[in-house]
C-alpha cells in the first residue's frame, strides 16, 4: 500500500530570539546557541486564561495560533516528548514536604492540558489528541495526523513542543544533543494532491547520528526542499521520511 503523502499548508514555530520564518530557516541552516528561557506574549488568547500557562504551553500554543489561524480548521494533535513535566515536578516536591496541592496546578500537569486549554479557548469541538513517544514523539504526531487525514478528515493541525527535562531528571537527556531551549512547531496538514511527504518504517540498521536535537531534526527535514530523506532510527523502528517529487 502507498503510504499518505502530507503537505504543509501552513507553518509556525517558536522559540528565544526565532519567530519569523526567515529567522528558523537561517538557525536551522548554521544553529547557534540560544537564550534557555522565554516565552511569547501570546495575546490571541483571552488574558484570564493565558495567565495559567506556564512557559512551554505558551510556546506550543503560540506556534498553534500562527498555523491554524483565527478559525479551527479540524483535528489537532499535540506531541512532546515530556509534556510540562516541570509542573508535575513541583506538585511532587509539594507533597514530599508535606504541602497542600493546589487543584488548578494539579489539573494542568496533565499531558492533554495544552490542548484542552487551546480547545476550550477556541471553542472548538474537533478531535484533540496529546500524544508522546520520547525521542519519536515528532513521528508519532505525524503518524496519528496521516491517521486523522486517513479517516476523512480534510485539514489536521501537527503541533510538537519540547524543553530541558528539569534539573532533577538531566540525566535522562539526549547524551548527543541535550535540548538547552524550549521550542516549538506547528503544521497544518493536509492530502498531497502530488509530491508530498510521507513516513514509514524499516527495520533497524545503522542511523548516521543527527545535528539537532529530536523534533528539530524533523523540522529542518520538513522546511528545507533540497532533503529528500531522512532517516532517525530507534531500537525496534527506523523511521524514513520521504520527500517526493511534485
Known amino acids: 500500500m502507498t503510504p499518505l503523502r ?3 499548508e501552513q507553518w509556525a514555530a517558536w522559540a528565544p530570539g ?14 547557534v546557541e540560544l537564550v534557555p528561557t522565554g516565552a511569547p506574549a501570546l495575546a490571541e488568547m483571552p488574558a484570564m486564561m493565558r495567565r495559567r500557562i ?3 504551553g505558551r510556546v506550543a500554543l503560540q506556534a498553534a495560533y500562527w498555523a491554524q489561524g483565527p478559525e479551527p480548521t479540524g483535528p489537532v494533535v ?7 513535566l516541570a509542573r508535575s515536578v513541583e506538585l511532587l516536591q509539594h507533597l ?4 497542600p496541592l493546589s487543584p488548578t496546578a494539579f489539573s494542568l500537569s496533565v499531558h492533554n492540558a495544552v490542548g484542552a486549554l487551546y480547545s476550550i479557548a477556541r471553542k472548538d469541538r474537533h478531535n484533540y489528541q496529546a500524544l508522546s513517544a520520547g525521542e519519536f514523539s515528532a513521528e508519532a504526531g505525524f503518524v496519528e495526523a496521516m491517521g486523522l487525514l486517513a479517516d476523512g478528515a480534510e485539514r489536521v ?7 530541558p527535562l528539569p534539573e532533577i531528571y538531566a540525566r535522562f537527556e539526549s547524551r548527543e544533543h541535550p535540548l538547552h531551549f524550549p521550542h516549538a512547531f506547528a503544521c497544518l496538514l493536509k492530502r498531497a494532491e502530488s509530491g508530498g511527504i510521507s ?7 545503522p542511523t548516521p547520528p543527527g545535528g539537532l536535537p529530536a523534533g528539530l531534526e524533523v523540522l529542518r527535514f520538513l522546511l528545507d526542499a533540497e532533503q529528500a530523506e531522512l532517516r532517525r532510527g530507534a531500537s525496534a523502528t527506523h523511521w ?7
Open 54 to 56: 506556564e512557559p512551554l
Open 18 to 31: 526565532l519567530e519569523s520564518h526567515e529567522a528558523w530557516r537561517q538557525w536551522l541552516r548554521e544553529p
Open 78 to 84: 499535540f506531541a512532546s516528548r515530556w509534556g510540562e
Open 199 to 205: 513516513l514509514s518504517t524499516q527495520t533497524p540498521k
Open 157 to 163: 493541525l501537527l503541533v510538537y513542543f519540547d524543553c
Open 240 to 246: 524514513i521520511w520521504t520527500r517526493h517529487a511534485g
Open 6 to 8: 502530507l503537505q504543509i
Open 96 to 99: 514530599a514536604a508535606g504541602e
